[in-house]
Structure formats: structure tokens, C-alpha cells
């Protein structure tokens, strides 16, 4: 078995994981590669779920029965524990979504319908980058579509990173928002968040970060980050799915109008008009996803009883063994970064003229679970001039052997295709 430097102990990290016992296909043990589409769930994380269904279902807030009370304690006390994780300032920072989409998209509609200073309108303009998730795209395309604001964004360099090299002319005295992913999911490009964080100040501008696969893979520090709002979801890092964070400044969420109208967001109610409650509940209407954010909760505590610099370190060393030996592949091209320095543990390739899904379809027939498509990042696939690519992403409990498996699978592929 390979051994690499800065490996966590995956064998018991492993036996928390019981899906990862699953055989399929005639017997073959299942190697899961596709963790930058959705984690695994450790039983930590299934047993807080079935214990709130079993024992405190009930909704939150405002009941005064034992169980309404168990029910908002643990809610609760879940923000207090996403709030840690990430280090906000203050719990009322941390707003419960139901993904990163959502979280995203209450932040453009916040800004399309705020007042001075932070409103976005046709004398504007809203940066973005070539290498998003479509998340990231569609909601500031549609705010600068209802404002009239111009939409602008950075390209790519040939090996997979930000071009930069027009800052200045990109982000300027116009820019209201600049928005960006911290660490790509196709490219697995690390971005460098200081050098726009700075610029966009300079202009004034507030800094929105997309932190979906960063999150779950590395510390990940709000105050830092110097962002002003900071997005991610549950499913990536080992919680439920139907959860995600929405991190701001406090001052931010207290000046902004919601996105939702509903119950619990509300102060008070007449049929004249409304005032709404503080943050963070301002942006919560209606039942929140009481079980899912309890179930993130445990998610956290679980991550953070392991430590994500020690979840960092495993990550990287097994990406750059990854990454040296899938480029022994014949035939075999990573679409991003080919060092495993400011990179992340997903790997995009292509393998010839074969075609990604013949790829993965081959791939699965021999246990090997991985992502094929563009990845809800289209435009990517556009500027490498590909239709798709081949994605295999590592996580916490991802082990050199699975590498190897990947690499004997694809040059099985290539004898398949001849």
C-alpha cells in the first residue's frame, strides 16, 4: 500500500462512513470519487438526524412545549456551531439556506432591491469570473438583467487560474459587487482571495465568496477572508442535503431588505404593512430546515473533532499524488493546474478523443464512482474548447489505493476504446 506524508488514518476514518462498505456491480467495493458533487455522511452525522426525528421533532420557535423548546435549542445551537466553524463575529451573521444557491441568490436580490449606498442599478456594473459555478453566474446575470447594470468578469489563463493581469480595468469606481468562488469546482484552481479582496475595497466595491469547496476541505475564516459575504453548503462537508450558509457582515444584513416574505421573518403584521425581525431571522421565512441544520451541526462537529488542518494536509498530499499519476496516463489531459500547489482534490481530464461519459460509464462498471458533464460550469468547457470533462474529487476518507483503482480503471478504459 503507498504511503504518503500527511495522510490521516483512513481506516478508522473510513469505518464511520458505512456506505463505503458497499459493494456493486457483481461484488466490486465501491471507490467514491465524486466528492466535490456531494460527501459521504458519517454515522455521527445519520444518528443526530434519526435521534431528532425519534425524539424532539417539533417546530421552532415560539412553542412552549417541551418539545418545540428541544427543537429550537438544537436549531439554535447549530448556528452556534456553524458560527465557530467559520469564526463569525456574532451567530446573528450565520443565516440557515437551503444550499449555497439559495445563499447566493439572496444575496443579488438583496442588492437589486436595496437602497443607497448598496444598490445595484443601471449605473453599475457586478464582476464575476469566467471559472464559476453556474450559481454564481445566473443570479448576477439576472439582477443585471432586471437592473440594467453591466456584468463583467475575469478570463482564464491557459493553465487553469484567474487572468488578473486587468484588475484595474476591470474592477473599477463603477463595480457595486464583486463575486467569486474561493476554490473551483472544475479547475480546483485556490483563487487569491487578498489580491481582489483589495482591489475591490479600493473601489468600494462588497466582496461576495463563494465558498462551497473550500468549506469542507480547509479552514475556513470569514474575519480573514475580509469578505462581505461568504456562501456555502451542508451535502459537501459531510452534512444533509437541503442545508446551506449564508455568512455577512452584521451591519450588511441589518441594512439590507429580505429576499423572502413569510412567517417567523416578520416583527410585527398588519394588512397596511410589515416590520421585520433582526437578523438572522429576517432572512429565514417560514419553517427553516430544522433538521438539516442539526444534522449540519453534527456535521461540524464532526469535521472539526478531526481538524480541518489536518483534512487540508491529507487532501493535498493525495491530490499531488494524484495529479503525478494521472499524468503517466497516455492520452490523459488535466484541465487546470497540474501542480497540487493552490489547488484543491478535484481533477478535471480528458482522456483522448473518448468521450467523458464513456468515461465515467466505463468507470462505474468497475466500482468507481466519479462526475462527468461541465460540471454546472459551462463557460470553462467553452474557453478549453472541450465538450465536458472527467472529474474525480477526494475527501477526508479518500485513500491512495482509490488513486491507484482510478488509474488501472482508466487504462482499462483506454484498451476498452482501443
Request: hydrophobic residues 40%; charged residues 20%; negative net charge.
Amino acid at each position: 500500500m503507498t504511503q504518503l506524508p500527511g495522510l490521516l488514518d483512513t481506516e478508522a476514518i473510513r469505518k464511520d462512513f458505512p456506505v463505503l462498505d458497499r459493494t456493486v456491480h457483481d461484488g466490486k467495493r465501491i471507490v467514491y470519487l465524486d466528492n466535490a458533487a456531494t460527501s459521504q455522511k458519517p454515522n455521527q452525522v445519520l444518528d443526530v438526524l434519526n435521534d431528532y426525528y425519534v425524539r424532539h421533532n417539533a417546530n421552532v420557535h415560539r412553542g412552549v412545549h417541551v418539545l418545540a423548546e428541544e427543537a429550537t435549542a438544537l436549531y439554535e445551537g447549530a448556528r452556534d456551531k456553524v458560527a465557530a466553524f467559520v469564526n463569525a463575529p456574532s451567530r446573528d451573521e450565520v443565516v440557515f439556506t437551503k444550499n449555497a444557491s439559495e445563499s447566493l441568490n439572496l444575496v443579488a436580490n438583496m442588492l437589486g432591491w436595496a437602497d443607497e449606498p448598496y444598490r445595484v442599478d443601471d449605473r453599475t456594473e457586478i464582476v464575476i469570473t469566467e471559472m464559476e459555478h453556474h450559481s454564481n453566474i445566473v443570479p448576477w446575470q439576472l439582477l443585471a438583467q432586471r437592473t440594467g447594470a453591466k456584468l463583467k468578469w475575469f478570463g482564464l489563463t491557459d493553465d487553469g487560474r484567474l487572468d488578473l493581469s486587468n484588475i484595474e480595468e476591470v474592477i473599477t469606481e463603477r463595480t457595486k459587487v464583486v463575486s467569486f468562488v474561493l476554490v473551483s469546482n472544475i479547475l480546483g484552481t485556490v483563487n487569491p482571495v487578498e489580491t481582489i479582496v483589495r482591489r475591490a475595497q479600493e473601489v468600494g466595491a462588497l466582496v461576495v465568496v463563494d465558498a462551497s469547496q473550500a468549506a469542507p476541505h480547509m479552514p475556513l475564516d470569514v474575519q480573514a477572508l475580509q469578505a462581505d459575504f461568504v456562501a456555502f453548503t451542508g451535502h459537501k462537508m459531510c452534512g444533509p442535503t437541503g442545508i446551506g450558509v449564508l455568512w455577512g457582515r452584521q451591519e450588511l444584513l441589518e441594512d439590507l431588505p429580505p429576499f423572502l416574505g413569510g412567517g417567523e421573518m416578520i416583527e410585527t403584521v398588519s394588512m397596511h404593512s410589515s416590520t421585520y425581525a433582526p437578523a438572522p431571522h429576517k432572512f429565514e421565512a417560514g419553517t427553516p430546515p430544522i433538521a438539516q441544520a442539526i444534522g449540519l451541526g453534527a456535521a461540524v462537529d464532526y469535521l472539526a473533532s478531526i481538524g480541518m488542518e489536518r483534512i487540508a494536509a491529507h487532501e493535498h498530499a493525495l491530490t499531488e499524488y494524484a495529479v503525478a499519476r494521472l499524468q503517466e496516463v497516455p492520452s490523459l489531459r488535466i484541465i487546470g493546474p497540474t501542480t497540487a500547489e493552490d489547488r484543491g482534490a478535484a481533477i478535471s481530464f480528458t482522456l483522448g478523443d473518448i468521450h467523458p461519459h464513456d468515461v465515467g460509464q466505463v468507470l462505474d462498471e468497475q466500482g468507481i464512482a466519479v462526475r462527468v458533464g461541465h460540471h454546472c460550469a459551462r463557460p470553462v468547457c467553452l474557453r478549453y474548447g472541450i465538450p465536458a470533462t472527467t472529474r474525480a474529487s477526494f475527501y477526508l476518507y479518500s485513500t491512495p489505493a482509490e488513486v491507484d483503482a482510478l488509474v488501472e480503471g482508466l487504462e482499462h478504459v483506454r484498451n476498452f476504446f482501443g
